[in-house]
């Protein structure tokens, strides 16, 4: 793998390219080559280059930061003031926020370069991409198949080197699952060590915002830049990176396998797993067994608690102060009825009542309740593994990149394809996906390393040995900007 | 009258912190529609709450100035409805762990009506129509709101009445609220139901939404006292209505019935973590509470104060500052109490002017006017000499010549001369005085004046006028 963003970097102290000259060639690219793919919905070309055109001055001032003068994109769910932030939907078209997200902001002072918004399922509420109101965006890989979801677009982008990095946000997956259908990495980082200050939400004590990245060392460099207490997030707190990464080895680390999630894993990926398993066993680590049945438990939990959350933060989506509106209506009822018929789509709808339902009164204790008190049984649990393990090692997701338009898959069998993924959001803690082999058609697969919370450290480390000495097999990607 | 009545109040304060309930802005009132929001208040997407501790600490004052027992660990929740003044579609409260429950406010009758909680939550925004549309200001949307929710201990219109005004005052003196009913910045919901004398049980309650008057809560009340026993008298049955109160009419309408109840699908703010409050930090706070209106009521009772003039004194947290201070400085008890009462009030037009106490002199100047007075200044030249100080802000030495003022013990021969003068002229009431009337001297004060003008030492006059009598 390559270290996309430690490599510009170190072109633009050196002096070989300028970030204005750097930003042009991917704007080049994706002129190019987004039309095939999709990966961006709004693009910010003019103001990418008064950006760079700063971060070079900051440069030449002898700027430290290796993301001063990298050009990235955001998912289109994470507000940048005054640049369309519409989370895919059509309720929100032409939305363009008043203020910048936390994470951002933070890039922003720093010399990044935001070259546009990129793609997702609308209001980050699917894994394929395809919910979104500009259409599906293709996995780079293969064409014919999805990118995953929901940050799709960003993971294509990355893959595709029409950005060398993105940010993504993860609820259920949303970052890992597309990293991995794509071949690239994924952080999810522990709830709380992000601020989700300008990340419209979808479900509140699920989501984060994370980098993807082409390398798991970019991909560090780039959370350190994120990560902190923000004053305009409660919830956030400060995180010590440094603190928790390990040594440059393997030898002795603890890595937790948990027996039930290679219940039922297809033969492909679960082999693939299982060679990175060994590899790791060889360079001296400790691999611990574990069981913990109630983790298929976390599906349902999942659905419930977002959906239940979503019902409530889309609730403000009414035409009456931005966004989409309708012209003919009769009186208030009628005109935000026909607003959120026709602004949102049909997942996002189907999420709606699911929450409204189970926060109805008569069903609010036989689900939401119930799905609370499981949360935190679940959170004790899996908490309890890192008691005996530094980290866990799991498949990212179930199979690799499926077909664009499947009409085979209903709508729980796609609800199951976060199986894997969902644990580690409902119970807060920290997972990197990254690519560990391919399958017969060529397609990557991932696998995700999950820590204990705020151990982001340890995650990365391990994931950073195995990108460095274990070849997965995947090539780079032959278009964009190439280095 | 068949029927006993069961009240129940929901009463919503503003609460007086400088900034919203979770963002910066400015609570106060009025100003330019749309002024005072932000991305935060206005509910824009992505952004995110942050309690204001200000608004914790309020409730947790108003908890305890009504004998409450404070949550240790409290969270809000989110309450969900759809009105284009709620930007959000949500409000945050709080649903199952208020930061208060169980407390009281006790009426003068020694009977209590116990509070079951007190919640904070935030406002909404206001509609305004004009014109044939509605606009929508935003500038209330986040101002913080405490909620005290009453058990149904009231039975009676004038009960009402009285329990508001006391939590009125109340909120008013440990200076959480204004409670400024015609502003709104404090309103209430009102149950009531009738049921039998003697029966246990609960008849079935209407509730009439968003009352800002005391005096159409009693309306209201008396109204549906009357509606609800025609009801029960003609056997029909109280449907469990929400109604709302019409002044113009003073009947109460009919606003939604129970089968079209909103269920607001409570659920725990995720954006909010869980806080605590520590026995340490209620400690704290319960050092820095005031003296409470009723705690004040008994103790200028006990000065030796009139009923009349302790209840125009006592009400007016500023006045009482202002007259203890005095005190402190010497002022007596009696004569200063007098003085704000009947004079200084007498420049207040208003119950918000008393309210706000607002003067040109402090009680500094006040209590060394007073005490001149003590030392035996006419009652009626210093009330001339306050007006003059409340007007001009000057000091009554700057108002009084200093022979006005010539308040010496030093017996002057000439005053001693109008004395035995007075003595010899009013046989009659020197008689009176000795057979026991004491009152009798007062008219030898008058006659006194007379002579001596209105400035003469009273207080030494009587020392003269006594003896001289004796002899």
Redesign the interface.
């Known amino acids: 793998m390559k270290d996309t963003v430690f490599t510009l970097a170190s072109r633009l102290k050196e002096k070989k390219i300028s970030s204005v000259e750097l930003t042009k060639a991917y704007i080049h690219a994706i002129e190019k080559e987004n039309s095939a793919l999709n990966a961006y919905v709004s693009f910010n070309f003019e103001e990418a280059l008064k950006q760079a055109e700063e971060a070079d001055r900051m440069l030449a001032q002898g700027a430290c930061s290796p993301l001063c003068g990298i050009p990235m994109t955001l998912k289109d ?3 940048a003031k005054g640049v369309p ?1 519409t ?1 895919a939907s059509r309720i ?1 078209q032409d ?1 363009k ?3 910048d ?1 936390t994470a951002w902001s933070k890039l922003r002072a720093l010399g990044a370069v935001m070259l546009g918004k990129t793609n997702m399922d609308e209001f980050a509420m699917g894994s394929t991409c395809e919910t979104s109101c500009y259409g599906a965006t293709k996995n780079p890989r293969d064409p014919a198949k999805v990118p995953g979801g929901s940050s799709g677009g960003g993971a294509a982008a990355v893959c595709a080197n029409l950005a060398p990095y993105a940010l993504g946000s993860d609820t259920g997956g949303s970052i890992r699952q597309p990293a991995s259908f794509c071949g690239i990495v994924g952080l999810k980082p522990t709830y709380g060590a992000v601020s ?6 979808y479900g ?2 699920l989501d984060q915002i994370g980098p993807l990245t082409t390398s798991v060392r970019d991909a560090a460099l780039v959370f350190d830049a994120i990560k902190g207490k923000d ?5 956030s707190r400060a995180v010590d990176l440094s603190s928790t990464l390990l040594k440059e080895d393997v030898r002795g680390v603890k890595v937790g396998v948990i027996r039930e999630y290679f219940d039922g894993l297809g033969e492909e990926i679960s082999s693939a797993i299982g060679k990175t398993i060994a590899f790791l066993q060889e360079n001296g680590a400790e691999i611990i067994s574990l069981s913990l049945p109630e983790i298929k438990l976390a599906l349902p939990v999942y659905y419930i608690i977002a959906c ?2 979503a ?2 933060n889309l ?2 989506y ?1 035409g ?3 966004g989409y509106r309708v012209e003919n209506y009769t009186t ?1 009822d009628d005109m ?1 009825s026909k607003v959120r018929s026709e602004g949102f789509g049909k997942e996002v709808k189907r999420r709606i009542m699911l929450g ?1 339902y189970v ?3 008569g069903y ?1 204790d036989a689900y ?1 309740k119930k799905a ?1 008190k499981l949360r935190s049984q679940l959170a004790a649990d899996l908490n309890k593994a890192f008691r005996s393990c530094d980290v866990l090692i799991a498949p990212t997701t179930a199979s690799t990149a499926f077909p664009l338009n499947n009409p085979t898959k209903s709508v729980t069998e796609t609800y199951l394809t976060d199986i894997y993924t969902v644990p580690v959001n409902v119970a807060g803690l920290p997972a990197v996906s990254l690519p560990c082999g391919k399958d017969k058609s060529g397609m990557p697969i991932g696998l995700q390393f999950i820590g204990g919370k705020f151990e982001e450290g340890k995650i990365l480390s391990v994931a950073r040995f195995l990108e460095e000495h274990f070849d997965c097999g995947i090539e780079e990607y032959e278009g964009g900007v190439r280095l | 009258m068949k029927y006993e009545m069961v009240v129940g109040l929901e009463t919503h304060v503003e609460l007086a912190t400088a900034t919203k309930i979770f963002c910066g802005c400015t609570t106060s009132f009025g100003g330019k529609p749309n002024t005072h929001c932000c991305p935060i208040c206005t509910g824009q997407p992505g952004t995110l709450p942050l309690l204001n501790k200000k608004v914790v600490e309020y409730a947790v004052r108003a908890g305890l100035a009504t004998h409450c027992e404070i949550n240790r660990v409290s969270h809000m929740d989110r309450k969900n409805y759809v009105y284009p003044d709620l930007p959000k579609a949500y409000q945050i409260s709080q649903f199952d762990e208020p930061v208060c429950k169980n407390g009281y406010v006790q009426l003068d009758s020694g009977k209590r009506i116990r509070i079951l909680r007190i919640h904070i939550e935030e406002d909404a925004g206001k509609l305004v129509h004009e014109g044939g549309c509605t606009y929508i200001d935003y500038n209330r949307g986040g101002v913080p709101l405490i909620e005290i929710v009453s058990e149904p201990d009231i039975s009676s219109p004038a009960e009402a009445k009285e329990y508001i005004e006391k939590l009125q005052l109340i909120m008013r003196f440990i200076g959480v609220s204004d409670c400024k009913m015609q502003e709104g910045s404090m309103r209430c919901d009102v149950n009531v139901s009738l049921r039998p004398f003697g029966q246990k049980e609960y008849g079935t309650r209407a509730e009439i939404k968003n009352m800002n008057s005391v005096s159409f809560i009693v309306k209201a009340l008396e109204y549906e006292y009357e509606r609800q026993s025609d009801l029960l008298d003609s056997g029909e049955k109280v449907t469990q209505d929400t109604l709302r109160y019409d002044e113009s009419t003073g009947a109460t309408v009919l606003m939604r019935r129970k089968e079209d109840a909103q269920d607001y699908r409570y659920f725990p703010e995720p954006d909010i973590l869980t806080f605590t409050i520590s026995p340490e930090q209620v400690a704290l706070i319960q050092k820095t509470m005031p003296e409470l209106p009723d705690e004040k009521k008994a103790k200028y009772l006990a000065l030796g104060l009139s009923e009349k003039v302790v209840s125009d004194l006592y009400r007016y947290k500023k006045a009482t500052d202002f007259y203890e201070e005095a005190m402190q400085r010497g002022a007596s008890s009696g004569k200063a109490a007098s003085y704000i009462v009947g004079t200084i009030y007498s420049t207040l037009a208003t119950e918000e002017e008393k309210e706000n106490f607002a003067l040109r002199i402090t009680a500094a100047d006040f209590a060394e006017l007073v005490s001149y007075v003590d030392k035996g200044l006419d009652f009626a030249v210093g009330k001339k000499a306050l007006l003059t100080m409340l007007e001009t802000g000057k000091k009554v030495t700057q108002v009084l010549s200093p022979a006005e003022l010539n308040l010496s013990d030093e017996e002057d021969p000439q005053l001693v001369a109008y004395c035995k003068e007075v003595i010899a002229e009013r046989a009659q009431a020197v008689a009176d005085f000795k057979s026991g009337r004491e009152t009798a001297i007062y008219s030898l004060y008058g006659a006194l004046k007379g002579k001596a003008g209105k400035t003469v030492n009273i207080k030494l006059a009587d020392k003269i006028l006594r003896r001289l009598m004796a002899e």
Do not use: K
Request: aromatic share 16%; net charge neutral.
């Open positions: 769910n994470i507000c932030t989370c929100l939305y926020p008043v203020y997200a989700r200050y300008g990340l419209v939400a509140s004590s004053p305009f997030d409660d919830t239940a959350e019902s409530s609730g403000r009414d009456i102060r931005y208030l935000i409204s926060l109805s009164s609010y939401y609370r």
